[in-house]
């Protein structure tokens, strides 16, 4: 059984190296910012599926605005969900997503499968994803300078996309640490994606009424490499969390999450500080609903 198990781990692993290394050297895409990362955890990792050990389900809205009265702000709605199965070395996700800025729109959905394993007083999490993507592009709407330009004489339609990523996640009570690459590759053109998102964090407790969890995301997108430090505060038995970020691109990120019996709300506001011409300002909402239900395990791995 030991040996059936650790052939499984090195053929995972295998395969997910062999993805990742697929991704150097190759070009980035835009990707949708989150703020509350941390809760939304399927968003920037597949190997996330699984880590809550309940069923939960999560939306999230995220709008942008702009300065000087400027249209076509960024919007981004995802529609998530995890859960284990009756194997608790396993485990799947789903997401659902729509992602638009100015005349460009994204949406898509990505299914994700985790493979995961006891590794001291935590789980070591291998995920896999496959999703299928269309990209839009209203050129139509645009005002040009110049009328005649054929690049923009015309819509852009690209109709499913099949794109894949990686990822691997570790967390005990205390900690968690994760590294991804939510798209590695477009199967359709052969176009190599180059995104990888590194991030973890701790939480430690001041007394029994207080606890602190700092943490810190470093994710590499089309304008760059982006780092996010992060503290948050949980109070009121973990029911109530206070927290602030700062991003290197110069944005502070106030949030608060409340949560009520399996629901849990979630508010943040960025505010790009000294951009006036910039996105200056957004709003991010998050509700996830958490249902308690623990199976029966079909193996003893993880007792």
């Known amino acids: 059984m030991v040996m059936y198990y650790s052939k499984m781990i090195n053929r995972l692993i295998l395969t997910i190296l062999c993805l990742l290394a697929s991704g150097f050297g190759s070009n980035a895409q835009y990707n949708p910012q989150y703020s509350q990362y941390m809760f939304n955890g399927l ?8 880590s809550m050990e309940a069923l939960n389900v999560s939306a999230l809205y995220r709008g942008s605005q702009l300065g000087n009265s400027v249209k076509g702000a960024p919007v981004t709605q995802t529609l998530a969900g995890d859960f284990q199965l009756r194997n608790p070395q396993l485990a799947i996700g789903m997401m659902i997503f729509n992602d638009q800025i100015h005349t460009l729109r994204n949406t898509g ?29 209203a050129n139509k709407n645009l005002i040009l300078v110049h009328s005649d330009d054929p690049l923009f004489r015309s819509d852009v339609n690209k109709i499913f996309m099949l794109n894949v990523g990686a990822g691997t996640y570790y967390y005990t009570p205390k900690f968690f640490a994760g590294l991804s690459f939510p798209q590695i590759s477009e199967i359709n053109s ?16 001041t007394d029994k009424d207080l606890k602190i969890k700092p943490s810190t995301l470093v994710q590499y997108s089309g304008t760059g490499v982006l780092w996010d ?40 506001h960025d505010y790009a500080i000294g951009k006036p011409n910039a996105i200056n300002t957004t709003h991010e909402i998050m509700l996830r609903y958490d249902l308690n239900i623990r199976v029966n395990a079909m193996s003893t791995l993880f007792l």
């Open 109 to 137: 959905a990505y299914f994700a499968y985790v493979f995961r394993v006891r590794v001291g007083e935590g789980k070591l999490s291998f995920g896999l994803q496959a999703g299928v993507e269309q990209q839009r592009e």
């Open 190 to 205: 052969g176009k190599l994606i180059f995104s990888p998102k590194l991030y973890g964090g701790t939480i430690f407790s």
């Open 229 to 268: 430090l992060n503290c948050n505060f949980l109070l009121m038995q973990e029911r109530l969390e206070l927290g602030a970020s700062w991003r290197n691109a110069g944005v502070f990120v106030a949030m608060v999450q409340f949560k009520y019996n399996n629901f849990t709300i979630g508010y943040a």
């Open 43 to 50: 968003a920037i990792n597949p190997a996330f599926a699984g």
